[in-house]
């Protein structure tokens, strides 16, 4: 069984920061993509940013320069370090990877991560 689990998320005013954390445990050999989605009340979850194992990175145009993702491989662990915060980055952050391990490969899902951001 894989688990992620995120935290970091919490209110803040418009223009502050947060940093958001997901960390991945269970019997895994390896983690490829990593991503952070967002749904916002009454709409589609969204990607976010999303991170390969070497480090390639793509962002949803609405983050790009305010938003960086990166991974710790050693320590299965994603952080998503948001910046310049709009109220429109209210929603409930959910991170997602793609693993491999001792029963083949598959995806999982955390519960997810409120951020509010208060304007």
């Known amino acids: 069984q894989v688990t992620l689990v995120e935290s970091g998320g919490g209110l803040v005013q418009a223009g502050g920061s947060l940093r958001l954390s997901c960390e991945v445990s269970?019997?895994?050999?390896?983690?490829?993509?990593m991503g952070w989605y967002r749904q916002a009340p009454g709409k589609q979850r969204e990607l976010v940013a999303a991170?390969?194992?070497?480090?390639?990175?793509n962002y949803a145009d609405s983050v790009k320069g305010r938003f960086t993702i990166s991974r710790d491989n050693a320590k299965n662990t994603m952080y998503l370090q948001m910046s310049s915060l709009k109220s429109e980055d209210t929603a409930v952050y959910y991170c997602?990877?793609?693993?491999?391990?001792?029963?083949?490969?598959?995806?999982?899902w955390g519960r997810g991560t409120q951020v509010t951001v208060s304007s």
């Open positions: 269970g019997s895994i050999f390896s983690i490829n993509v």
């Open positions: 991170i390969t194992r070497n480090g390639s990175t």
């Open positions: 997602n990877v793609g693993w491999r391990g001792a029963a083949g490969t598959g995806g999982s």
